[in-house]
């Protein structure tokens, strides 16, 4: 199951998993229709394509957040549910970006499916630029924000940033920023850094993330630090000079990005993400729907880094 090209959920993108202490399986991603938030939980992976999905937040009419709401990430912190997003007031491009900020629901229900989810606003990071793909991690007790951003004054779509949080809504101190696209596999299309997940082992802080325009040049690149390094401290992170996941012809899995990481029921490490299985989108890829969810098997090589092998292969 987990070693194929099949898509585990058809035209899901960006796709999360989140497995929880209570032995479900909890998943979200982008809706073709960009229009809410649709939850669905299983005890298997494999469950989760058959689960029922339910929409546990629509959007509003009007209003800052009320168009395109995109990579949604469910997350357990410090005792509630959240669920972290991005959303525009508009479809209105300006200065060749959309107008996206990072956004938060909550609810304190043990099943979230169940919740009387809350609207907690905006996160504000202390610069009004375009942002989205919010991740949060905890580290040696501290609760970590990361995210995809705007830089003043620097060429492209968005770079990575990281703060600690004072609050599950509420960073505190300054951004920092880990990595920036300038590699010519990181500026293929579109000059992006995006979609960061978190991974650890062998002593390391992994963060992989997106780079490129969202067609067959998107790929997955990495950056990491030691456990005990300091992470707010770009100096900390070593970024590779190739990208670690990327296109795949021969068995058409084109654009693999996107991704978050959970574990097997064995507790394996598994990478989740979207591909396309073609590459002639007629229009503006952002509305083809056949960005897929796919899952496979992480293994870690002799060194310790995590070896994603290609998309549709073991």
């Not at 990481?261 to 990478?271: A, K, P, S, V, Y």
């Amino acid at each position: 199951m987990l070693n194929t090209n099949q898509p585990l959920i058809p035209q899901r993108a960006d796709p999360f998993i989140h497995k929880h202490s209570d032995g479900y399986y909890y998943f979200t991603a982008s809706v073709p229709a960009y229009d809410g938030i649709e939850l669905r939980r299983s005890t298997t992976l494999e469950g989760l394509a058959e689960a029922q999905s339910l929409m546990v937040w629509k959007k509003p009419d009007s209003g800052a957040y009320s168009e395109l709401i995109w990579a949604p990430e469910i997350h357990f912190n410090q005792g509630a549910w959240y669920v972290y997003f991005a959303a525009a007031p508009s479809r209105e491009i300006k200065d060749e970006l959309f107008q996206h900020r990072m956004y938060a629901i909550k609810t304190e229900a043990a099943n979230p499916l169940q919740g009387d989810w809350q609207f907690c606003g905006q996160i504000d990071t202390g610069m009004d630029t375009f942002c989205l793909d919010a991740t949060t991690f905890t580290h040696k007790g501290a609760l970590y924000y990361l995210w995809a951003q705007k830089g003043p004054g620097i060429r492209g779509n968005s770079n990575l940033y990281i703060a600690e949080m004072d609050t599950p809504t509420r960073i505190k101190g300054q951004p920092v920023m880990l990595t920036k696209p300038e590699l010519d596999w990181e500026i293929r299309g579109f000059w992006v850094n995006e979609g960061p997940a978190v991974i650890k082992g062998h002593g390391r802080v992994f963060i992989s993330y997106s780079a490129s325009a969202t067609d067959e040049n998107y790929c997955l690149g990495l950056l990491w630090a030691d456990e005990n390094a300091d992470l707010l401290d770009p100096a900390s992170w070593t970024k590779s000079d190739q990208p670690v996941f990327q296109t795949h012809s021969e068995l058409k899995m084109f654009g693999p990005g996107h991704n978050s990481f959970t574990q097997g029921e064995n507790g394996e490490d598994i990478l989740v993400y979207h591909a396309r299985q073609y590459t002639q989108i007629e229009g503006d890829p952002l509305w083809n729907p056949d960005r897929h969810t796919f899952i496979k098997t992480i293994e870690w090589d002799k060194d310790g880094m995590p070896d994603f092998g290609r998309p549709g292969q073991p």
